[in-house]
Structures are given as C-alpha cells and as structure tokens.
C-alpha cells in the first residue's frame, strides 16, 4: 500500500484546511487510517484514526471538535477537515494505514505511511 497526503499550507489562526490522503495499492488491505503529526523538536504524536470500512472515528483530546477525519473508500481517500486552526497545530502531518483494527494512539502500530505535509499556522 503507498499513500500520499496533500493539502498543507499556510492558515492564519482561526483559519481551515482540508488535508487529503490517496491510498493505492493494495488497499483492500486497510482497516484502520490515521493521522499524526510532528512539530519541530517533538515526538510524532496521534491526532486521529478511522476505520477504512465503516468509518469509526477516535480524536486525540486536542483536537476533539475541531478536526474531522473521514474516508471515501470507493476513492481510496482519507481526509483530514481542521477547523479553528490554533499555532501549535504547525506540524508536518503524515496519514498512516494498518492492515489490524488499532485501537491504540501508537505510531508504531501502522505499517504504511504517506510522506508528509506542512501545515503552518500563523497568529
């Protein structure tokens, strides 16, 4: 499986962007989708993940709200819609899949991931 995300950019405070993954491949592999996101200086950390068939969700609490994860499995896409966009949303975001049901926050539990992309939030 190969992804590919898109969509990053530059947003003032307040601001949206909606962040897209294109899955390929071997897709009837994926169960669960997600993405996270690495600040500067940080640890890669969770953010949100879906389930590829039925669509479960599951937010990390700093995001819970404002941010909306989805999949259109009959494109092979994921999305990432984030609303009310803060500064310390700047990270690069990277959607990952796993061929298990994760009911974990762990990166280490996806096997394939996307390449990554900016998002900057400006105050």
């Known amino acids: 499986v190969q992804l590919q995300a898109s969509g990053g950019g530059l947003v003032q405070a307040g601001g949206s962007l909606r962040l897209s993954c294109a899955a390929s491949?071997?897709?009837?592999?994926?169960?669960?989708m997600g993405w996270f996101r690495q600040a500067p200086g940080k640890e890669r950390e969770f953010v949100a993940r879906v389930t590829w068939r039925n669509a479960i969700t599951y937010y990390a609490d700093s995001v819970k709200g404002r941010f909306t994860i989805s999949v259109d499995n009959a494109k092979n896409m994921l999305y990432l819609q984030m609303n009310s966009l803060k500064p310390e949303d700047t990270a690069v975001y990277y959607c990952a899949g796993s061929p298990d049901l994760v009911v974990v926050t762990t990166a280490a539990a996806y096997d394939y991931w996307g390449q990554g992309t900016l998002v900057t939030v400006s105050s």
């Open positions: 491949g071997r897709t009837f592999r994926l169960n669960t």
